[in-house]
């Protein structure tokens, strides 16, 4: 497919309009973890079956996956991602209106829907744009955008769980995703060009899927990914729950605490050339998966808040770390169709993110949380060891 190279100065400007939409769609993404309890009590249900509403973003947003790279590749990134993101703000209105569980989970189901486009297509755009030796760290100021996301959603997931409401979230949460969507639809008016006429059809957007799916290296990829979302996102989502009930803090603060695992992922975004040089990509797959691994066993077994705000601080530090170098992997294990092959990588994160969290939501019911995180940080020790065999290998 031809591709439009674009000036120094457009490349900062679609980066930064992508960043805004990757913001709010992270904050979006994590902006329920801090409210389970709340919603639990609200709609007089257990703190495990109001996680739904954290699992059914996950499971809508990896399956949809499968759609939005042939979708990518057949009308343009960009495109899909500006309608994706009004999708977006539309659905989170209609959430902060929800009556009812099943309501809300619907809505939730639809958000993780509209939010699948964005930033997997924005990582495949970056790919096709900006060459390899550039890749790794222009991902990662894509990354601190998602990041500062993800700690606002905590943060104010809990505040307005706390104070205003947790309807008052998705409220804002609208005007979040309606800026970056008018900002994104101006600049491709600026700059719209006609359509390629080698551009693939619906059709053989979705044969290539089948193709890719058949290639050694991308089933490694998705594996490993799928098993990372598993452990450690799955792993994210009752971080403030545990917070909360074993450490004693209220729901704004436990989100409050919860911000040092964005603070984490920024640190490593922030200086992700130096940590390049110093440690190299097996380097970083071997600190980052003894990061997470001992963070994990502080939280569980730790008692302070002190003790808690280092655990999350160097979780966040362990995973960006061992995500971003997957993320890098997966930007060029099929460059001839890496829309397809992106959205592939965040189909495996979120299936896996899904199936982690139903597994925790068990272990919160009957108080086994602190057993569970100990044998989550077990098996991303494995799977360190994994990824830093794999990853030398190409």
């Known amino acids: 497919m031809s591709l439009t190279l674009l000036t120094p100065s457009q490349e900062r400007r679609h980066l930064q309009l992508l960043g805004l939409a990757g913001f709010a769609s992270m904050a979006s993404m994590r902006i329920g973890d801090p409210m389970l309890v709340v919603l639990g009590e609200e709609f007089q249900v257990s703190t495990g079956e109001a996680s739904g509403v954290v699992s059914v973003f996950a499971v809508v947003y990896g399956l949809m996956q499968l759609f939005y790279g042939p979708l990518g590749e057949r009308f343009g990134k960009l495109r899909v991602v500006s309608l994706a993101v009004a999708a977006c703000a539309l659905f989170s209105t209609i959430t902060a209106l929800s009556v009812n569980l099943p309501m809300l989970l619907v809505m939730r189901g639809l958000m993780g829907a509209a939010a699948a486009g964005i930033i997997p297509l924005s990582m495949a755009w970056v790919g096709d744009q900006v060459p390899y030796e550039r890749r790794q760290e222009t991902l990662a100021k894509l990354m601190s955008a998602t990041v500062i996301g993800m700690m606002s959603g905590l943060w104010f997931g809990g505040f307005a769980a706390d104070t205003l409401g947790w309807r008052s979230a998705f409220v804002l949460l609208a005007a979040m995703f309606a ?18 006429s080698q551009a693939p059809s619906i059709v053989d957007s979705f044969r290539l899927t089948g193709q890719l799916l058949v290639m050694p290296r ?20 009752f971080m403030p729950t545990h917070l909360h009930q074993q450490y004693g803090l209220s729901v704004v603060a436990a989100g409050s605490v919860m911000m040092l695992y964005g603070v984490g992922g920024l640190l490593y975004s922030q200086m992700a050339r130096r940590w390049l040089a110093w440690l190299g990509e097996r ?97 991303v020790g494995v799977l360190g060891a994994v990824i830093y065999r794999l990853v030398g290998r190409h």
């Open 218 to 237: 991308v089933r490694w990829v998705m594996g490993v990914t799928a098993t990372e979302g598993a452990l450690v996102i799955g792993a994210l989502a």
């Open 283 to 379: 380097g970083l797959v071997r600190t980052g998966a003894a990061l997470v691994a001992v963070g994990l066993l502080v939280l569980a077994w730790g008692s302070g808040v002190w003790v808690g705000m280092l655990a999350c601080l160097m979780t966040g530090l362990g995973f960006y770390m061992l995500h971003n170098t997957l993320q890098v992997q997966a930007t060029q294990m099929a460059p001839a169709a890496r829309g397809t092959a992106v959205t592939l990588f965040a189909c495996s994160l979120f299936f896996g993110q899904s199936i982690g969290v139903l597994l925790m939501a068990q272990s919160v019911d009957i108080g086994w949380l602190a057993n569970a995180f100990t044998g989550v940080a077990v098996g």
């Open 179 to 196: 800026w970056p969507a008018l900002l994104l639809w101006r600049e491709r008016q600026k700059s719209s060009a006609p359509a390629s």
